[in-house]
């Protein structure tokens, strides 16, 4: 029995299992590292100016609550100055009206004007919003203690909720009001979670099609009779790309449905219209959509053309499938949690190199008019569709694909 | 016009020779036939002369095209068949030939090569079943028909009946024997003796990369005093 664990062993614990489990433990890794950055900021004093515009008593209240519970950037009168050093490193430019403290001792409730200023639209780039969110209730509590302990006589649901929220988000050019970090987040979850999900799945659907079948037409033969018929070597690798293209774009248009259906399903629907928040997208756009989208799976395939050229059979295909797997889902965790302005550099190059990343940002790139950022990876695409093409016809046009990449010893069949 | 002109063809892999300068030409109308052991050299000839391999040196003039400079003139006048050949198991048996008839007419011109592949293939029926259902001997009989039914200048097959019962085997030898009538040549290799002694008109016999003999399958057998072909293989090459 010993004897048959180890033949499993050994025939499982193979170099390309244990580069895939190790490969595997570096993205944790690094989603964590990514992750927890955000989680941090959380327990961190959110940064924020504050504009007093008030003299009353409530507003001392809220400012002493404000300095022990934040880090100010900024506290005075001027909305600009304030604004200026919110811009340099903080979330948030809090307003307390003039009428903050009137309002309450009339009974009626007060605003804070909450001017967010929200870097990117990914999962987790609005996270710091909820320690802004807690200090607003925080001041809320303190106002109501007073209001209760002090025996002003004001409605019972003024005294208990004192301070209302009037937000305004301000996102690279857009200025949208009326509407919170998170619920922003929430409306545009299609574009951070369906979108990269559905081209990840394409993507390694599509890709792992590709390679198994230069593995299978290696295997079986067909590769010879093929590279034997009257046509050009180019036209093979465009037919093969084209054919697996258009099977990745059905794909792409049944997992998009499937998944819209079920993430509807999770999310309660929003009553905010992304169209009147100057958030929707013209035909023009959908065009470029369209184009990176298409792009995308053409450089994609071409790659896992050129990957699969490396097969030895359909068996050696599936552990070639690995690299691409990983390449689709490193885009996606990116562009999921965070927007492409707001990763490090470092991140930008791996996101901006990665052929399939282009169109998992697109949308939300053309919604805040980053035309430069999708034109750009349209461009990029299409380069290198080309350039991996170019190699696909000369390694089509040499031995490589029937003696493969290491030469074969006399003897062998060649 | 010779059908096809070897000279000197040389084809290295790195530091492996695999074929070392050999030469050899097919007339019109002719059959020649490539025997050797295994390792021999015998497929990556086959390969060369099918543009499937770049030429390390020397040359191949297919009808006088010459394989280096057009290899895609030269893929438009023959077709090969590798040993072992395969076909696309999700098509059926008529799906894969009309695939393949694609590549070489349209409208009458490919219903007419369709034709020829249908009657090669000999597989009634069964022409309509998935190719994944073909025993070996089956599959066999539709790639040799994908082979022959687009009549090539220069038929280049690597162990023609390998896989096929005594019958098929008799027949597409038949086939093989009737396609040269008209003009048209074979360049092929087997380790069937009998087989190639009934076929070749020619045979070089290859070892390590080099043609050691050559001659009728007739003139080797008086040349070497031996009752057949086999034996006078095993003389020169064993």
Redo the contacts between chains.
């Keep these: 029995m010993l004897n048959i664990i180890k033949k499993e062993i050994r025939e499982l614990l193979t170099p390309a299992s244990i580069a895939s489990m190790v490969v595997v433990a570096v993205i944790f890794a690094l989603v964590g590292q990514m992750v927890g950055s955000p989680m941090n900021e959380i327990t961190e004093k959110p940064s924020i100016g504050v504009v007093n515009q008030d003299e009353g008593l409530f507003s001392q209240t809220a400012i002493a609550v404000i300095n022990e519970n934040a880090e100010v950037l900024y506290l005075g009168e001027d909305r600009d100055a304030g604004w200026e050093k919110v811009q340099e490193k903080g979330i948030a430019l809090l307003v307390i009206p003039e009428d903050f403290s009137s309002s309450i001792l009339e009974g009626r409730p007060a605003r804070i004007e909450v001017n967010w200023l929200l870097k990117g639209t990914g999962l987790m780039d609005n996270i710091s919003s909820v320690a802004v969110t807690g200090l607003i209730q925080m001041i809320n509590t303190s106002i109501s203690e007073e209001l209760i302990s002090g025996g002003i006589e004001i409605p019972p649901e003024v005294a208990l909720s004192p301070v209302g929220l009037s937000e305004t988000v301000f996102l690279k050019d857009k200025v949208i009001p009326g509407v919170s970090p998170e619920a922003l987040s929430g409306l545009l979850i299609s574009q951070s979670v369906t979108i990269p999900i559905v081209i990840m799945m394409m993507v390694i659907m599509a890709g792992s099609t590709v390679i198994s079948s230069m593995g299978l037409e290696k ?4 590769l ?2 093929l ?6 070597r180019r036209d093979i690798v465009i037919g093969k790309l084209a054919g697996s293209a258009a099977v990745g774009l059905i794909m792409a248009v049944i997992y998009m449905l499937g998944f819209n259906y079920y993430m509807e399903s999770l999310t309660v629907s929003s009553s905010i219209d992304l169209g009147a928040l100057g958030l929707s997208l013209g035909m023009g756009d959908y065009l470029l959509v369209g184009l990176s989208i298409l792009l995308s799976l053409f450089a994609g395939l071409a790659l896992c053309l050129l990957i699969g050229t490396f097969a030895r059979d359909y068996k050696n295909a599936q552990t070639l499938i690995f690299p691409v797997t990983i390449l689709a889902m490193v885009p996606m965790f990116l562009v999921m949690f965070k927007d492409f302005g707001t990763l490090s550099l470092l991140l930008q190059v791996i996101l901006f190199i990665i052929p399939f990343s282009h169109p998992m940002m697109a949308m939300r790139a053309l919604m805040f008019d980053n035309y430069v950022l999708v034109i750009g990876g349209i461009a990029y695409l299409a380069v290198f569709s080309i350039a991996i093409t170019l190699v696909l016809t000369k390694i089509f046009s ?2 490589r694909l ?2 493969g990449w290491s ?8 | 016009m010779n059908a096809l002109e070897v000279k000197n063809l040389v084809k290295d ?6 074929v070392k300068g050999i030469s050899f030409d097919i007339a019109e109308g002719e059959i020649f036939g490539l025997i050797g052991p ?2 021999a050299g015998k ?2 000839t086959l ?1 060369l002369v ?5 030429i390390t040196s020397g040359s191949i003039k297919v009808f006088g095209i010459d394989a280096v400079k057009d290899p ?1 003139g030269v ?2 006048i ?12 999700n098509l059926k048996g008529r799906q894969y030939l009309e695939f ?1 008839a694609n ?2 007419g349209d409208g009458k011109e490919k219903e007419e090569i369709l034709r020829r592949g249908v009657q090669i293939a000999g597989l009634g029926q069964r022409l309509d079943d998935k190719i994944e259902r073909y025993s070996k001997g089956m599959l066999r009989r539709l ?1 040799v028909a ?1 082979a022959l039914m687009v009549e090539p200048r220069l038929a280049i097959l690597d162990e023609p009946t390998a896989g096929l019962d005594v019958l098929h085997a008799q027949e597409i030898r038949r086939i093989i024997k009737d396609f040269v009538r008209s003009g048209r040549a074979v360049l092929l290799s087997s380790h069937n003796m009998l087989e190639v002694e009934f076929l070749c008109d020619r045979v070089a016999l290859i070892s ?2 080099m043609i050691v003999e050559r001659g009728t399958p007739q003139g080797l057998k008086e040349r070497y005093k031996r009752p057949n072909l086999e034996e006078v293989f095993v003389e020169v090459v064993g």
């Design positions: 295997e079986s033969k067909t010879e009779t590279l034997s018929l009257p046509i050009r040499s031995d029937l003696v030469w074969p010893k006399r003897g062998a069949k060649a | 892999y790195g530091n492996t020779k695999a295994n390792g497929t990556t390969r099918a543009t499937l391999l770049e895609a893929r438009k023959i077709s090969y068949l590798p040993e072992e050949a395969g076909a696309y198991k393949i590549f070489f790639v994908r390590e990369g």
